[in-house]
């Protein structure tokens, strides 16, 4: 499914593109700091991705990768997202923030799928592709990442990675079951987030 993942991997770098610009405003960096914490949270995942398959970074070898990212970048800037109120500008980071990670979570999954990987390696490189850019971006800027203390973020993937896994056993694994699960996982995630549910945690 080329073109599906293609599509997945775009809609995944917008999204992260959004919250890596929020996060980097957030913390009063400068446009250079803006630019590496967006690229980082957009295509960081991807790059990490594609180390593990022994395959040349798509985001080095393609065009749309970064023309997505510098276009996001400056739509959410012409938009002044960093303007709204805190409000809004939450929400604004956590839907973009969860789209991301739902789509990535699915580019990492049909990319060990069709590696031939085994179930483990299949939830460890869908898991790897959605919070590694992540992860790397929260480091840069010296925060706990994420994926260890947010609601339900890190599990996201892990659940996508297993429906998918276990629909391609199935053998029912196509564009529309993807899409079910895309938008299932998007709701889960958000859910999670209202109503604050956290993994438990060892006193």
């Known amino acids: 499914m080329p073109e599906f993942f293609l599509y997945a991997d775009i809609i995944g770098i917008i999204a992260f593109s959004i ?4 996060i980097a ?5 400068d446009i250079l700091g803006i630019l590496i914490a967006s690229s980082l949270t957009a295509l960081g995942g991807g790059i990490i991705r594609d180390s593990i398959l022994s395959s040349a970074p798509f985001a080095f070898t393609s065009v749309y990768p970064a023309l997505t990212l510098i276009s996001t970048i400056f739509i959410a ?3 002044k997202l960093h303007k709204k109120d805190s409000i809004d500008k939450k929400w604004i980071f956590v839907a973009s923030d969860t789209i991301g990670l739902v789509a990535f979570s699915i580019t990492g999954a049909l990319l060990a799928i069709n590696a031939e990987f085994n179930f483990f390696g299949i939830v460890i490189l869908s898991f790897t592709t959605a919070v590694g850019g992540g992860v790397t ?4 800027i010296n925060q706990v990442p994420t994926v260890l203390i947010s609601d339900f973020y890190g599990s996201i ?3 996508v990675a297993l429906l998918l896994a276990g629909l391609e056993e199935l053998d029912y694994l196509n564009e529309v079951t993807i899409i ?6 998007i709701i889960l995630r958000l859910i999670a987030f ?3 549910w956290h993994l438990p945690k060892l006193s």
Do not use: C, E, P
């Open 180 to 185: 079910s699960v895309a938008i299932l996982s």
């Open 194 to 196: 209202k109503r604050k």
């Open 77 to 79: 800037y012409i938009f």
């Open 19 to 22: 919250s890596g610009f929020l």
């Open 157 to 159: 993937a892990v659940i």
């Open 137 to 140: 971006r929260d480091i840069l």
């Open 25 to 29: 405003i957030k913390n009063d960096l």
